[in-house]
């Protein structure tokens, strides 16, 4: 070939058409990088992950990089959602460290695609492309692990393709008003703003809450409380800014006959059976425990609903008092002001109420043990697989499953049944509330444990009718706080993250439209082992202490910060009384000299 004609040729062409070169130029020059916060500089702003966090090493640029931990039928998939143009080519891209790594795209209008890499020992990039469909406006750009493998890193995501113009953010909300007031909510409304996609509500300044629509309730309010509310309007572009406040105060309440100390401790008596514990007499059990909790009634079959409660008998516990004796011991207690309770379940009490004839059946038994004892109340301890969410039961505010349906409808017809000194409590494991901020049920693509999040649509059915929620910060895998961490037991920083959730509330499997609202302090106590032979999670006074200074006082927190101080928090629950009494009542006493 002649090299001097071909050279002479491209540069004539390039002469004559210059407009072609123009032309390419400014097709580059509107593509843009569309992935938010792609390199995690700004934690997981802008993603939802399922099992994910950010880490400062490794990373590939900057400061950060993601880092997420496939575990069972997890496999840590963090996603974002990308405003694009139809009918446009993209190509997305990042950089990878672990094995089985996938990035991909959903949504595309076209074909969906994703590449992945076997072994990525060192940061290996992944890039595929795709082209939208013809009414295609928002895809989803993902990236995650795979089942039973170890944690990958993510770093330097982009999504490269025609911008689209956002606009501006829209104008602030005009007509904030108040509706209806409880004592634990207060209905909103406001005029809609044209072009918002959504109103994020404001709470005091903390955004709380985040609707589609013109109205909102704002639930987990404490009585006689004022509050100031807010509202912005969102679209692609970004918040307006805020509305004019709104204040409201919430009315005294008509729960409030069910009389507590204003810090309490709580208890779990050993009634039906004995362990290395020992057994403790009814009588025996100090005025420093203010809600004595009897374990446990259980069902004489998982689905049936019948439960019983059977006193140990005098073979296993040789120093049980009698019938009359205990219900005497528990008439003494009550007038010494003492709440007294049935708690239904324990580790071997499964419970699923699976019929309305068991539904029925839960409500007349429970009743009768009530009413044999002369008990204050109730404690709902259902662990294990008492409680699951089908596959498609997917919002905690419009429970679908029988199992939840149907144990919702029994505690409403007790507490109606009884009134307004009917003390209900519960004692939920964490998998079961606080992991409801990375999994709920078995998920948008299933796959995860149905049990996940699955007390809360109970919790908030109820929560107008719940003296109690004391979760068992015990016995418990790491879980994943409001500061995108994971956080485990054996010191204040997992009691405090943990209840931090309860008081603060929390969007549900990372949904923030979903938002499941902070209960009262006063409903709230931390539940802890009373001591190492009670269960995993122990911490010494000195850890309960800390924790205590920092949810009610702020200080003394440690490394995680709060949304809020909580003066009025309920106190501690601790199982058990016996364990306690074992261990010549350390539980007790550090409860006594902190809260006098």
Not at 18 to 30: D, V
Not at 106 to 126: I, K
Not at 200 to 211: L, P, W
Not at 401 to 413: D, E, F, G, M, R
């Amino acid at each position: 070939m002649d090299r001097s004609r071909s050279l002479a040729f491209l540069t004539a062409a390039a002469l004559i058409l210059p407009g072609l070169t123009a032309l390419s130029s400014a097709a580059r020059a509107a593509d843009a990088d569309l992935a938010r916060n792609g390199g995690f500089e700004s934690g997981l702003d802008g993603w939802t992950c399922t099992a994910g966090t950010t880490v400062n090493s490794p990373v590939r640029s900057g400061a950060a990089a993601l880092q997420a931990t496939p575990a069972g039928s997890d496999n840590a998939r963090c996603a974002q959602t990308v405003t694009v143009k139809p009918d446009s080519q993209y190509t997305l891209s990042g950089y990878v460290r672990g094995a089985y790594v996938y990035l991909g795209a959903s949504g595309t209008g076209t074909t969906d695609v994703s590449t992945w890499t076997q072994s990525a020992p060192a940061w290996q990039q992944l890039s595929t492309t795709f082209r939208t469909g013809p009414s295609t406006t928002r895809v989803t750009i993902y990236t995650h692990g795979w089942y039973g493998t170890g944690a990958y890193n993510a770093d330097d995501i982009s999504l490269v393709g025609p911008g689209v113009d956002a606009g501006q953010p829209p104008a602030a909300p005009t007509g904030l008003k108040t509706g209806a007031v409880t004592s634990s909510s207060v209905a909103l409304s406001w005029s809609a703003v044209p072009g918002a996609t959504s109103y994020a509500v404001y709470r005091d300044g903390v955004k709380v809450q985040t609707v589609t629509g013109t109205s909102a309730t704002a639930g987990g309010l404490s009585p006689s409380t004022a509050y100031g509310f807010q509202v912005a309007a969102v679209n692609d572009a970004g918040e307006s800014a805020k509305s004019a406040t709104v204040t409201a105060t919430t009315t005294p309440g008509t729960g409030g006959p069910v009389q507590l100390p204003a810090h309490a401790l709580v208890g779990y008596l050993h009634a039906s059976f004995a362990n290395g514990s020992g057994y403790t007499r009814m009588a025996d059990v100090p005025d420093s425990w203010d809600v004595i909790d009897l374990a446990f009634g259980e069902p004489t079959s998982v689905t049936s609903g019948d439960i019983r409660f059977d006193r140990c008998p005098v073979t296993e516990c040789p120093n049980v008092e009698s019938d009359a004796e205990f219900k005497a011991a528990i008439k003494a207690k009550q007038s010494a002001g003492k709440k007294v309770l049935i708690s239904i379940g324990g580790q071997n009490g499964q419970v699923q109420l699976t019929t309305a004839a068991a539904r029925d059946t839960f409500v007349s038994s429970v009743s009768k043990i009530i009413d044999e004892y002369g008990l204050d109340g109730l404690d709902i301890d259902f662990e294990g697989h008492s409680l699951s969410l089908n596959a498609d039961d997917t919002d905690f505010k419009n429970p679908k499953t029988p199992v939840i349906v149907n144990l919702i409808s029994a505690l409403k017809t007790l507490k109606a049944r009884y009134g307004d000194d009917f003390v209900l409590t519960m004692a939920p494991e964490t998998f079961f509330v606080q992991l409801g901020y990375q999994y709920y049920g078995t998920g948008q693509w299933g796959g995860q444990d149905p049990r996940a999040g699955a007390y809360l649509p109970v919790i908030h059915a109820l929560r107008d009718d719940l003296t109690l929620l004391h979760v068992q910060d015990y016995n418990s895998g790491p879980i994943m706080g409001l500061d995108n961490q994971y956080h485990s037991m054996g010191g204040a920083d997992f009691h405090i993250a943990m209840t931090d959730m309860l008081l603060t509330g929390f969007p549900v499997a990372g949904n923030a439209g979903n938002v499941f609202p902070p209960l009262r302090p006063d409903q709230v106590a931390i539940g802890m082992p009373a001591s190492t032979n009670a269960g995993n999670g122990h911490v010494p006074p000195a850890e309960v202490t800390k924790t205590l200074d920092c949810l009610t006082k702020r200080t003394n927190c440690g490394s995680y910060a709060t949304h809020g101080t909580w003066s009025s928090l309920r106190g501690l629950m601790t199982w058990s009384i016996n364990w306690d009494r074992y261990s010549n009542w350390e539980f007790q006493r550090t409860f006594d000299g902190y809260f006098g």
